[in-house]
């Protein structure tokens, strides 16, 4: 009599079972994965968590770029030869396939660019390894202590660094230079945002690989490189190559020395008519040759300005025509007459303005290479 029972009740159980466990397994699996990154493919950092099987576990975010967001972790299960507690910084790229792929390229290069430099004295960060976590690739590098811009925020707002200070990181950059130029890869993103320096602020590492190319890949595209850092050729879709990172630098250390962003433009029209204010009109060569030259100039050589409006706020444009620039880089750099310089110092000032202007030339084949600049009076002191 209690076998029958039993029996008769059995099916209705396992049924029921059954309702709840089949809605509740694929449930489970979203849950998961959409706790691991954002609508946008970001990793959702846990302070806390352990990632590549434990052998990091991560203490701090230190925030997020277009690619990927970044935290610091300290190594609790370390390789032989490597220190416990010893602290990582570890991009984990956003979770999109052409993030994914950008990712397995910067690793490549980072890789080249280590092979090609042992012993570490050129000035590109350091890779250690990378690994997967969660549908994220992750990238595991040296820790350092801050970027250029927290470093000029922190300790030269609005009046800039030394110049000896700047004269020790353009040595350093122009170094990282000439690796990145002897392996034929362009950074395209140099800008004080992907400059790192240790806890000392005495040594600097170029970072951010993630817009990097081959040398040979150059597709016309005006809006690589971050805009204030942001070279004229590309803007103008004028044949590239490494000379663009020379540009960058030499927008990156006006930067330093003056506290102040020395193209703020809010457009590529606006970033052009500033460039052309400091050095002067583009050579009509140039723009003949450049893919959107006709955007910006007429046939006469007339600048198309678009401006706006003071009284309506709507986009006008306006014909300006430049010869000569408007305020160059003596007089942007120079202090007042009242102002008394020592010998050495207004002589160290005057090599620094000249290795600007050489990053500064307008046609990117009149530009200082990185070898050439290693050898500039500013560098070489």
Not at 32 to 46: F, H, K, P, Q, R
Not at 93 to 112: H, I, P, T
Not at 331 to 356: G, H, N, Q, Y
């Amino acid at each position: 009599m209690f076998a029958v029972a039993d029996a008769s009740k059995k099916p209705k159980k396992i049924k029921k079972v059954k309702k709840v466990i089949k809605p509740a397994a694929p449930a489970l699996v979203t849950t998961t994965l959409d706790s691991a990154a954002d609508s946008e493919g970001y990793y959702n950092v846990i302070l806390g968590e352990q990632l590549d099987g434990g052998r990091y576990q991560v203490f701090s975010s230190l925030g997020k770029g277009m690619f990927a967001n970044v935290v610091r972790a300290r190594v609790l299960q370390p390789e032989p030869g490597e220190q416990q507690g010893k602290e990582v910084a570890i991009k984990i790229v956003r979770c999109q396939e052409s993030m994914y792929k950008a990712g397995l390229k910067e690793v490549q290069m980072l890789n080249k660019l280590r092979e090609a430099d042992p012993e570490d004295k050129k000035h590109i960060v350091r890779m250690e390894r990378s690994f997967e976590h969660r549908g994220h690739l992750c990238i595991v590098f040296e820790s350092m202590s801050m970027n250029l811009r927290e470093v000029v925020k922190r300790f030269g707002k609005d009046v800039g660094l030394n110049i000896r200070a700047v004269r020790a990181y353009a040595h350093q950059l122009f170094l990282a230079l000439s690796l990145l130029k002897k392996v034929g890869v362009m950074h395209a993103d140099i800008k004080p945002d992907n400059i790192l320096v240790n806890e000392q602020k005495t040594v600097l590492k170029l970072c951010d690989l993630g817009s990097a190319s081959d040398a040979s890949e150059n597709d016309i595209t005006p809006y690589l490189v971050s805009r204030f850092y942001r070279a004229p050729e590309i803007i103008l879709g004028y044949p590239y190559d490494p000379a663009l990172d020379i540009w960058s630098i030499g927008c990156t250390l006006y930067e330093l020395y003056t506290g102040k962003i020395l193209f703020p433009g809010r457009s590529n029209n606006q970033m052009l008519l500033l460039m052309m204010e400091l050095k002067g009109r583009f050579n009509s060569k140039m723009i003949k040759k450049a893919k959107f030259g006709d955007d910006y100039f007429d046939e006469m050589g007339g600048f198309n300005s678009v401006e706006k409006d003071r009284v309506l706020g709507n986009d006008v444009v306006k014909k300006v025509h430049i010869s000569k620039p408007s305020r160059d880089l003596r007089a942007r750099l120079l202090p007042s007459t009242s102002v008394k310089m020592k010998e050495d110092e207004s002589k160290l000032l005057m090599s620094f303005i000249d290795l600007l202007d050489k990053c500064l030339a307008l046609d990117p084949a009149r530009r200082i290479s990185p070898k050439e600049a290693l050898t500039h009076p500013f560098i070489r002191g």
